[in-house]
């Protein structure tokens, strides 16, 4: 069973740029597409940015240009570098996983297998 744990959230600055991580453990990720979910107070959950196994990355346009998703396939660890954080960035952020790389289908919720349980992140202003 995959297990995947965030780190990296709390308090932030509106403007701040911290940097979450998600290790992996439990199985092999090999060939398999990692990505950030997020959910806000009172909101849906939705994709924010995912990467394949060799680098492609793939964001939301809500993100674009601020975050920048990462990962070292030796240390089995996925990064999220968020910079100029703004208040409605503030959300629990969930470190997914799944075993194929149909870019048609990363920003939907029910195709990713593997879900950690989750950092929130809060923006003050």
């Known amino acids: 069973q995959a297990q995947l744990v965030e780190s990296g959230g709390g308090l932030v600055q509106a403007g701040g740029s911290p940097r979450l991580s998600c290790a992996a453990s439990?199985?092999?990720?090999?060939?398999?597409?990692m990505g950030w979910f997020r959910q806000a107070p009172g909101k849906e959950r939705e994709f924010t940015s995912a990467?394949?196994?060799?680098?492609?990355?793939y964001y939301a346009d809500f993100v674009k240009g601020r975050f920048t998703i990462s990962r070292d396939n030796a240390k089995n660890t996925l990064y999220l570098q968020m910079n100029n954080l703004k208040p409605e960035d503030t959300a629990v952020y969930y470190c997914?996983?799944?075993?194929?790389?149909?870019?048609?289908?990363?920003?939907?919720?029910?195709?990713?297998?593997?879900w950690g349980k989750g950092t929130l992140v809060t923006v003050s202003s």
């Open positions: 439990g199985r092999t990720f090999t060939g398999y597409t």
């Open positions: 997914v996983a799944r075993p194929d790389s149909d870019p048609y289908t990363i920003a939907t919720m029910t195709s990713w297998n593997s």
């Open positions: 990467i394949n196994w060799i680098g492609s990355q």
